[in-house]
């Protein structure tokens, strides 16, 4: 009984420190998916360039999902994924095609360009500052 007693006290008096405070986020302007898989050639190329290129655009409203679809799961996982991220259309529409990033307005979901393996990193810095300042 005491420690119920105590438990409860230290939830009342620290009760005001533990709640969230809400998140000053800013949503996504552009959201890039990545089509993946880990047997696409292409996207062993594409990778380490879209690595060095998402540590320049951390502060970026950019968000980049990948979407692997390298076996069922991991494509029904991955339609999951693009409908919590306002693209299940988009993914339905490419299918299992890989090796590519696509770059899509968060407002309209409409897809705007297309980064593949003969980008390099800085080619896709540019591109997607470009795209996020139209």
Request: with cysteine.
């Amino acid at each position: 009984m005491r420690n119920q007693y105590l438990t409860l006290v230290a939830l009342t008096l620290f009760a005001p420190f533990l709640q969230a405070k809400p998140l000053e986020a800013t949503p996504p302007k552009l959201i890039g998916a990545y089509f993946y898989a880990n047997w696409c050639s292409a996207c062993k190329q594409l990778e380490p360039e879209l690595q060095t290129a998402l540590e320049a655009l951390k502060t970026e409203p950019f968000l980049m999902i990948t979407l692997d679809v390298s076996n069922k799961v991991t494509q029904y996982r991955s339609g999951l994924l693009a409908q919590a991220a306002g693209i299940g259309r988009v993914y339905q529409e490419t299918g299992v095609k890989t090796g590519f990033l696509l770059l899509i307005e968060a407002e309209t979901g409409e897809v705007v360009d297309r980064i593949t393996k003969t980008h390099g990193s800085r080619d896709i810095v540019s591109l997607i500052r470009q795209r996020l300042q139209t």
